[in-house]
């Protein structure tokens, strides 16, 4: 098992900052991908970002959305994940869930989210 606690949400103004984190606990020795979702009221849960990590080197993909503007990494050493958001817009208004799972099988554990509030 792996448990995700996601933090850093919060309210900010259009062309803001902020930074999330996602602590995991557990099994996560056995997790190499871990991510970001997110899902707006009314819409799909979508992908923001995903680190595929291994023991020699690292990968990232990006949502077109935020491509440019949002920032996936990963501290081993304290099991955390981040995202840097930046120029962040009113349509980055979602509930941010932290995701890890294998690559061969997708995000299997999913942290409870924390919403992000972007105003105009």
């Known amino acids: 098992q792996v448990q995700l606690v996601e933090s850093g949400g919060g309210l900010v103004q259009a062309g803001g900052s902020l930074r999330l984190s996602c602590a995991a606990s557990?099994?996560?020795?056995?997790?190499?991908?871990m991510g970001w979702y997110r899902q707006a009221p009314g819409k799909q849960r979508e992908m923001v970002a995903v680190?595929?990590?291994?023991?020699?080197?690292?990968?990232?993909i990006y949502g077109d959305s935020v491509k440019g503007r949002f920032t996936i990494s990963r501290d081993n050493a304290k099991n955390t994940v981040y995202l840097q958001m930046n120029s962040l817009k009113p349509e980055d208004t979602a509930v941010y869930y932290c995701?890890?799972?294998?690559?061969?099988?997708?995000?299997?554990?999913w942290g409870k989210g924390t919403l992000v509030t972007i105003s105009s």
């Open positions: 995701g890890a799972g294998r690559w061969e099988k997708g995000i299997e554990y």
């Open positions: 557990g099994r996560v020795f056995s997790m190499n991908i």
């Open positions: 680190i595929r990590s291994s023991s020699t080197s690292s990968f990232t």
